[in-house]
């Protein structure tokens, strides 16, 4: 069965740090490209940052220079470095993955959430 596992959240005062962590099973890591949303409450779900099997990332501008996405693949684990948090980033934050060539898949973690107080 396919499993993404999202671990790392917490809460931590504005300024500070925290990394995710997000371990994939079930599916063909290397192949896949993986993602991480956020949502808060009473708000949209929102893409924060992606990283394709090609190890291209792209971010949101709300955490342009601030976060960072990283993946092992050795470890079937996609990681979301988050500095300089502030309260507008506390929300769930939830993993995904998805695959767009002869195999198609579209798969999410749990959630794991990450509190920033000011």
């Known amino acids: 069965q396919v499993q993404l596992v999202e671990s790392g959240g917490g809460l931590v005062q504005a300024g500070g740090s925290l990394r995710l962590s997000c371990a994939a099973s079930?599916?063909?890591?290397?192949?896949?490209?993986m993602d991480w949303y956020r949502q808060a409450p009473g708000k949209q779900r929102e893409l924060v940052a992606t990283?394709?099997?090609?190890?291209?990332?792209d971010y949101a501008d709300s955490v342009k220079g601030r976060f960072t996405i990283s993946r092992d693949n050795a470890k079937n684990t996609v990681y979301l470095q988050m500095n300089s948090l502030k309260p507008e980033d506390t929300a769930v934050y939830y993993c995904h993955a998805d695959r767009r060539g002869f195999v198609q898949y579209n798969y999410w973690g749990q959630g794991t959430q990450v509190t920033v107080s000011s």
């Open positions: 990283i394709t099997s090609g190890t291209a990332t």
């Open positions: 079930g599916i063909n890591f290397s192949r896949a490209n």
